[in-house]
Structure formats: C-alpha cells, structure tokens
C-alpha cells in the first residue's frame, strides 16, 4: 500500500504497511480501486454530459464513493466492493450508452474481485498514487486535487442528505477527476486546482443553506458539558439528517442524547433546541473516543467520518451509519424515500445501558455563524475601531494526535487579550474550553461550527472588508493559522487560496504529497508558510506578517 493524504502519515512520508489511521494494507487497495474506477466512470459522464445526458445520478454517487475513501470513514471492505461494482455498473451503462475507447486501460476488473491475492494486489498496485510514472510534481497536482475533491464529495453529500444539490458542482466533480487521466501541463493543473477550490466555496455555500433552511440560523448558544442521570445515546460525526431523526426517536423515552465531536454545533440549531433529552456535548474531539466511548457506557452513532480503530470495551455499542463503515460493527441502513432511518436498536439498547460517567463539569459556547456574527457586525466593527480589538485569528480545522498540535492551545494562551480567535471544525477542541474572556462581550473565541462550516468564515470575511470599505480581503486585521489533518481540511484551504486569501500559515507539517516545486508554486503565488515557534508567530501575526 501507499497513502500519504492525512497529516499523520507515516513519517510525513507515506504509510506503505498500515495506515496510521488504521487502515489495512487490503482497505487501502480497494479504496484505490474504487478511485479508479470513479475516474472511468468520469470519462463517461463527460460523453454522456456532451450529448445531453444529466449527470445527476452518477454524480451523486461519485460524491458518495469519494466520501467513502475520506481518513477514517469507511474500514469495511464489504462495503468498499460493494461502492466498486456500483461504480462499474454505473460506468459500463454509460460505455454501452455511448461507447467510444478511454484514455489509459480501464479493464473489466473481473481480476479485482477474484481470490488470486498477488492479481489482486498487482492491479491494485498498478493504479495506486504510485503509479503516476516518475514525475512527482504531476503526481502532487493530481493527488492535492483528488483530495481536494474528496473533501468537497463530503460537503455535497451532507448537502444532498437535506435535499440540496447542484449539478454545476456534480460536472465539476466529474470535469476533475476526469482531467488526472489526462496529458495537462502544469499551468492546467494548477488552473484545475484553483478551481477546485471555487467548487469548495459553492459546496459549502449549499451545505450551508441546506442546514439553514432545514433547521434554522445557528445562535449563540451554552452546552452543557456534564452528564445526566438517564441513560444516553452519544452521536458523533457531522450528519444533522441522522441528528434530527434520533431526536425524534428518542423522544419520551427516557434515553438523553449527547453530542460528541463535530456534532457540538447541533446544540446552536433552533430545530434542535426543542428537544429537552438533548442533555449536552460528551468528550472532546474524535482521536480521544477510545477512552471516551468506553466511559460513555451507552451505544454511540457514528454518522459520517472520525470513527478510528473499534476497541472491545465499546465495540458491542458502537453502531455506523450512512458513508461511514468498520469491520463486523452494525451499520444502520439508509432511510427509504421519504421515510427515516430506523434508530430502534440502538434506543433499545441504551434503555439496557448505565448512564455515562462524568469526565467533566460546566459548559462552552457556541453558535457563532456567520448570520449570528454579522447580528453583531455593528458592535465587533465599532471594537475594530476603537482599538478594543485588534486583530482576529483563523484557527480552523482539524485536530489529531500529534504532539506538535498543543502549538494551537499555546497560540490560544498567548495571544494577546484584544485578539479574537476564529475558529470552526475539531480544531477548537484544542482552545475552546480555556478562560479565555470576552472583549467588551464579544467572547474571544468564536466558534463557527463543524468543518463543514468554515464557510461562515468566509463570509465573515467578506462581510468585514466590505464593512471597512477594503479593496483586498488581505487588508483586513485577520491572520490564518489552520490546523489540518484530512481531505475536507484540504477543501477549506483550497477554497481560502480561491478567495485571494494570502500567508495562511499550515500545520503542524505541510502535506507529504505536495512536491517541493508544488510548495513552491504556492508560496510565492500564494504566502503559505509553515507553522513555527508560538512566540515568533504571534508576533508575526500581530506585525500583520
């Protein structure tokens, strides 16, 4: 095997036994050729797209596929050969509709599926990221927009799940994965990257509608970090589809719901708020659910991504639903049209279940959106004016276990009191339970919300240039130090770098596929620096370098 697309890999290298993740040597080859097969399926789509032909079903599931092979979502090789033969079905419909030869060999993959393990693990090989000849720079191009893509796939999905769907991102989709088959110079895949990143700007646009519409403009909100006496179902992940149906389940029940990870920013929702059973967050961010789950002592729904390597003292409770996947642990079907997906045997297990052990006290908050934020817009601008405020910093993005990222809770400490964090994504969990006070009560961290959300971000942005009558979006008193660790990390970046947004500082390492001559490209068309000493960067950021 080979991966190198999450920031823990190996060495900052490549993973070529196990995945850091998890993930085994077999996983990692069926995601590969799942990935293969997707980018058949895309030629196809763009002959079908030039007769006429929509492209919203084999587009959606492309979305879906991509999801599939995000970090830590999907562990089950069932299920990866199962996404395998729907793609090929899907392909081979559109080959037989509209024929024509494809660049490169797309064979039939009867091999794939066959119990020769050295055919199998040939053509796995012959299709990995490793197989893009010797020029690492066309490599890089391609995997950084691949991933990029993949992150965008998760953005579309959750958007879909609440009836929201663009076509325009579905050709996109298709347009790109299309192109790494192809012959392009450098400058066209460089053009493909950067419009990679607009395509992430109109996913989390609509993502960002679909929740908002479905469930209401998040408000400021105080979560409860402690537990009840009840029995209680933890949901993890970031699908508020699922979120609302197990509300809905568990009502009168007696069974609490808590929130862990990247569903803390349900709590903002108003449709949420309503339901009295929905007791608080649980725990902090997904690296630590080994021993969170375990004292948790009730069942816990893994909706989407962050699901890492199942440990006996929870793998009787722990349940999988939607993309999300892992060995011989129950997965709850996906709903019928117009229906819900069934909850019964998780809420008949929690009823069974002592209530959670209390690992912490008090409460955080959240709920600063961008529609929230911009209803505070006349008195954060008056702050900026007065000097009460001096600068805000961007600390979005993800967590992970690497030493080197207790950097953001040193930032966080260090920062000067008129300074305001940003933040949005698993990041937060490395700051946002700190003392960190108010400015003139404005709290110092403002919590957007999931990942999925980092588009508020942006739109704060946007909002503050057009408020201080600025030309350029960097002229602006804001400073992005981002945390990443996965794909949809790598969308948010993408999308900052369409935006014009300049010297974003990345950690805590720069991504293993980028290639030197890559890096290049995008430090001097675009400032992006490494992550360096707290000290020396805060004063660089409070200096606006």
Known sequence: MFCYQCQETAKNSGCDVKGVCGKTEETAKFQDLLLYVLKGLAIYAEKAKEAGKSDGEYGLFTAQALFATITNVNFDNNRLVSLIREGLKLRNDLKKNFGGDIPGELHDCAVWFSDDVAEFSKKALDVSVMSTGNNEDIRSLRQLLIYGLKGIAAYVDHAAVLGCEDEKIYDFLMEALASTTKDLTVDEMVAMVMRAGECAVSGMALLDKANTSSYGNPEISKVNIGVGKNPGILISGHDLKDMEELLKQTEGT??????????????????????????????????????????????????????????????????????????????????????????????????KCDSPVEIETGEIVAGFAHNQVLELADKVVDAVKTGAIKRFVVMA?????????????????????????????????????????????????????????????????????????????????????????????????????????????????????????????????????????????????????
């Open 254 to 351: 007696g069974v609490d719901v808590y929130t862990h990870g990247e569903m803390l920013p349900a709590h903002s929702y108003p449709a949420f708020k309503k339901y009295s059973h929905l007791v608080g967050n649980y725990g902090g961010s997904w690296w630590k659910q080994g021993e969170e789950f375990a004292s948790f002592n009730g069942p816990i729904l893994m909706t989407t991504n962050c699901i890492i390597p199942v440990k006996d003292s929870y793998r009787e409770r722990i349940f999988t639903t939607g993309m999300a996947g892992y060995p011989e642990v129950k997965h709850i079907a996906d709903r019928s049209e117009g229906g819900m997906k069934d909850f019964s045997v998780i809420i008949n297990l929690a009823k």
């Open 397 to 545: 993005g993800c967590d992970g276990r690497h030493k080197t990222r207790s950097y953001y809770t040193d930032i966080a400490r260090e920062l000067p009191e008129d300074t305001v964090i940003l933040t949005a994504g698993c990041a937060k969990y490395r700051y946002n339970k700190l003392a960190l006070g108010d400015i003139g009560g404005i709290p110092r961290v403002l919590d957007a919300g999931q990942c999925n959300d980092s588009y508020s971000l942006a739109v704060i942005a946007l909002k503050l240039k057009e408020a201080f009558a600025l030309d350029d979006i960097n002229d602006l008193p804001i400073s992005y130090d981002i945390a990443w660790y996965e794909q949809k990390a790598v969308a948010v970046l993408l999308a900052l770098l369409s935006l014009g947004v300049k010297g974003i500082r990345l950690g805590p390492t720069l991504p293993a596929f980028v290639s030197p001559n890559v890096l290049k490209v995008l430090v001097d068309q675009c400032n992006i620096k490494p992550i360096g000493d707290v000290k020396a960067d805060i004063e660089a950021m409070v200096e606006e370098k």
